[in-house]
C-alpha cells in the first residue's frame, strides 16, 4: 500500500468515528427539537438538547484534533521528502561535476600517455642514431690512435717524418676523444630521458584504468541517485495530492465543530427553538457540503443514513416553527 493510501485509511479510521457520533447527535438533537416543535422548553427537554449538542460539540472536536494529527503527519512527511529531495539534488549535482572533473582528468591522461608514447618512440630512433654515432666516433677514435702510435714509432726512425705525424694524429685523436664523449653524454642522456618516460608511462597506465573504474563507479552511483529522485518526485506528488485533499477535510471538520460550538453557545439559555432554527440550518447544511475531500467521511452506509434523516427533520423543524409562529399571530 502506497503511504498517501496508508494516510488517507488513517484519517478515515481516527476521524469517522468521532464524525458519525458527531452527526448522530444532531440529529437526535434535531429529533427531540421536532418533537418540542414550537412551545416554550421544559426543563427536561432543555436539559436533554444541551445534553445533545454538547456531546456533538465534544465528538467534532475530536474529529477536528484527529484530522489535524494526520494533517501534521503528513505535512512532516512532505517536509522530509523535501529534505530528502534536496539532499539528493544537491549529491546529483556534485556526482555530474565530479564524473565531468574524472572524464576531463582521463582524458588528459591518455593525451598525456600519447605525448609521452611519441617522445620515447622519437627518443629510441635518436637512441639508435646516437649509437651509431657512437661507435663510428669511437671507431675513428681507435684508427687515430693507431696512427699516433705509427708516428711515434717512425720518429725514432725517421724524425723529420715521424714526429710531424705523430703531434697531427694526436690532435685529431683528441678531437675524436671529444666527439666520443659528447656521442656517449647524448647516448646516456637519450637513455635517461626514456627510462624517465617509460616510468611515467607506467604510472599513466595504472592511473587511466583506475580512473575509469572511479568514473564506472560514480555514473552507477548516480544513476542510483536519479532513480532515487524520480522515486521521490512520484511519492512527493501523491503525497501532495493526499496532504491537499486531508487538509480541505480537516477544514470542513474544523468548520463543523466551529458551527456546533456556535449552537451549543445558543443553547445556553434559550427557551424556545425559535432562534435556533438559523444555527441549526447552518450546521446541517454545512454537514451535508462536498469539499475535496469530505468523500473520506460521507461515503460511509452509517453516515448517509444519518444524513438523509437530517433532510427529512430539518424541514419538519422549520414546519413547525413557521406553524407555530402563524398560529401566534
Wanted: with cysteine.
Amino acid at each position: 500500500m502506497e503511504d498517501c493510501e496508508i494516510h488517507e485509511r488513517d484519517f478515515k479510521e481516527a476521524t469517522l468515528p468521532h464524525f458519525l457520533k458527531g452527526i448522530s447527535s444532531i440529529l437526535s438533537f434535531l429529533v427531540l427539537a421536532v418533537s418540542v416543535g414550537g412551545k416554550d422548553l421544559s426543563e427536561s427537554d432543555s436539559k436533554q438538547l444541551k445534553s445533545e449538542i454538547e456531546l456533538a460539540q465534544r465528538e467534532t472536536l475530536a474529529a477536528e484534533e484527529a484530522a489535524s494529527g494526520i494533517v501534521d503527519l503528513i505535512d512532516a512527511g512532505c517536509e522530509k521528502l523535501t529534505a530528502q529531495h534536496g539532499k539528493l539534488s544537491k549529491e546529483q549535482k556534485e556526482l555530474q561535476e565530479s564524473i565531468k572533473s574524472m572524464h576531463n582528468q582521463l582524458a588528459g591522461l591518455k593525451n598525456q600517455r600519447q605525448r609521452i608514447t611519441g617522445q620515447v618512440q622519437t627518443a629510441k630512433v635518436w637512441l639508435k642514431q646516437a649509437d651509431q654515432t657512437l661507435r663510428a666516433a669511437r671507431a675513428k677514435k681507435r684508427e687515430k690512435q693507431t696512427g699516433r702510435d705509427i708516428g711515434i714509432g717512425l720518429s725514432f726512425v725517421i724524425p723529420c717524418i715521424g714526429i710531424p705525424m705523430a703531434v697531427a694524429f694526436e690532435k685529431e685523436r683528441m678531437h675524436r676523444k671529444s666527439e666520443v664523449d659528447i656521442a656517449s653524454e647524448d647516448l646516456s642522456q637519450l637513455r635517461a630521458s626514456i627510462t624517465k618516460d617509460e616510468e611515467v608511462l607506467d604510472q599513466l597506465n595504472r592511473q587511466i584504468p583506475e580512473m575509469k573504474k572511479e568514473t564506472e563507479k560514480a555514473a552507477q552511483t548516480l544513476s542510483g541517485v536519479k532513480t532515487e529522485l524520480l522515486k521521490i518526485k512520484r511519492s512527493g506528488a501523491a503525497l501532495g495530492k493526499a496532504q491537499s485533499k486531508l487538509k480541505n477535510c480537516s477544514q470542513y471538520l474544523c468548520t463543523l465543530h466551529g458551527r456546533v460550538s456556535a449552537l451549543k453557545a445558543q443553547t445556553q439559555h434559550m427557551y424556545s427553538l425559535g432562534p435556533l432554527i438559523p444555527f441549526i440550518d447552518e450546521t446541517c447544511a454545512h454537514i451535508q457540503q462536498q469539499v475535496p475531500g469530505s468523500e473520506l467521511l460521507l461515503t460511509g452506509t452509517q453516515v448517509h443514513k444519518v444524513m438523509d434523516s437530517l433532510k427529512c427533520m430539518l424541514p419538519k423543524l422549520k414546519e413547525n416553527n413557521l406553524s407555530d409562529k402563524a398560529n401566534y399571530m
